[in-house]
């Protein structure tokens, strides 16, 4: 059974900093991606950032030149930091990572943290 496991969540003042981690347990799989997503409430989840196993990082804009998403060379533990936070930045932060199997992408998910940015 794969679990992802989130930390690092917590409450920080406008233009503080946190770092996210994401570890995985009951695997010795290497996935193909690490993502972090993030929900608000009342909003949709979105994709913040992601690292494939070749090393390519995507952010969306709104974080770009903020965040900071890397993982380790197992490609089984995922950080993000986040600088300069914002009171938009306030969500629950999710870790994602997927893999193929027999060419089917399987998804895993974490229980979230909470990241609540004070203005």
């Known amino acids: 059974q794969v679990q992802l496991v989130e930390s690092g969540g917590g409450l920080v003042q406008a233009g503080g900093s946190l770092r996210l981690s994401c570890g995985a347990s009951?695997?010795?799989?290497?996935?193909?991606?690490m993502n972090w997503y993030r929900q608000a409430p009342g909003k949709q989840r979105e994709l913040v950032a992601s690292?494939?196993?070749?090393?390519?990082?995507n952010y969306v804009d709104s974080v770009k030149g903020r965040f900071t998403i890397s993982s380790d060379n197992d490609m089984n533990t995922v950080y993000l930091q986040m600088n300069s936070l914002k009171p938009e930045d306030s969500a629950v932060y999710y870790c994602?990572?997927?893999?193929?199997?027999?060419?089917?992408?399987?998804?895993?998910w974490g229980q979230g943290t909470q990241v609540t940015v004070s203005s």
């Open positions: 994602n990572a997927w893999d193929l199997r027999f060419g089917i992408r399987k998804d895993y």
């Open positions: 009951g695997t010795t799989l290497h996935f193909n991606a």
């Open positions: 690292i494939t196993s070749g090393g390519r990082t």
